[in-house]
């Protein structure tokens, strides 16, 4: 018994190429299913709608090319779309159910081409038009993803430039300047501070510094120096950026004058690096810089600074270095300690005598006697020095 040929199926590669042939109208039909189902690509201000209609009539015309068996899988159109799409920030999710949905619409349009009427052949091609979506969707994802890196590189590279752009003098490039200043969003008038921190174990990451900050309402910049980090703080009011230094552990931090416009940030930054610098090693909690003139002093005439330890301390610095040591710790909570000589003991747990005895042997190798208070200012002058200078007998 023959089967008339008007309730035959339509051949395979008749329904195909007839699928290709309408490319365009299938193109419009998903753009439209895309647009109504994900939001992303309703919001990416970047994608035009031009783009997204040719990444579908790319995908639709290379796939269909593909099932009908003329072209091998061509994934360059899924990689483009990737590409694109992390580019203009359409999420990965959103990417990969447009590609369900362009699988969906070449399968309705199959079964509604086909009258109806299934076939092995109709069976055997949905298996190969998902199988083929998850090839796109994989290519596409791995392009998604590689061009994600990328741009994450090339926005972390743009943000240290403006970042080491903000933290420079503004007079050698006052429009990258107030770029920055309008990158960060950085108020115009508030109360700021910049800090040296110096990179010890207590010292935190710049992330989490920020991330402390935020929370007590302080909003900051921050920059990775080799020794350290440099961050740029503000606040409405300058009472609030007092609190922020307790949020920043243990390490040495340097603090600039406080100021009230951007335009401050360069001297600042240079503030800042001398306040820290004025601290030495091993010493923690910060140094602001309008409270260590004589530090500052030293730090700013280094070749003085050394030829005054020598001159004042010379003797003591040519002792052994256990005996050294004893004696300039003393001086230094001696001084620490204003001049308390009992204060100065509690804080090393000596006897009164013993530091008494220490200063008293520091006078017979300087000559300096340490009551006098000119005697005394040359003896800190020397000790800062040596402190911050490392200065040795020479």
Sequence with gaps: MSVSPELLPPAPTELLHDMRASVDDLADELVARIVAAEQDYADASLLTPEQLRFACWDNLSSMLANLDGSEPVRLESARTAGRMKAEQGVSLAALLHAFRLGGRLIWEELTVRSDGRASQWLLDMAAQVWALVDVYSDAAADAYREAADRRAREDVEASRRLIRTLFADSSANPAGTADAVRAFRIPERAAFLVVSVRDSTSCPSADTLRSRLTGIGIDSVWDTEVDGLLGLLWAPAEEALDAALSEMGGAAIGVSRGFGRPGGIGEAVEQARQARSCAPDGVGGPTRFDSVPVPLLVI???????????????????????????????????????????????????????????????????????????????????LCAHRLLGTGQE
């Excluded at 280094?302 to 330890?309: M, N, R, V």
């Excluded at 710790?329 to 620490?336: E, I, R, Y």
């Design 300 to 382: 700013r005439q280094p070749d003085a600074g050394k030829l005054a330890a020598r001159q004042v301390l010379g003797p003591v610095l040519a002792l052994p270095l256990e005996e050294q040591h004893h004696l300039l710790t003393t001086l230094d909570a001696w001084f620490a300690a204003r001049g308390s000589t009992a204060a100065a003991a509690a804080k090393l747990h000596y006897h009164r005598n013993t530091v008494l005895y220490r200063l008293r042997r520091i006078q017979e190798l300087t000559g300096r006697d340490f009551v006098d208070p000119v005697h005394a200012a040359e003896l800190y002058v020397g």
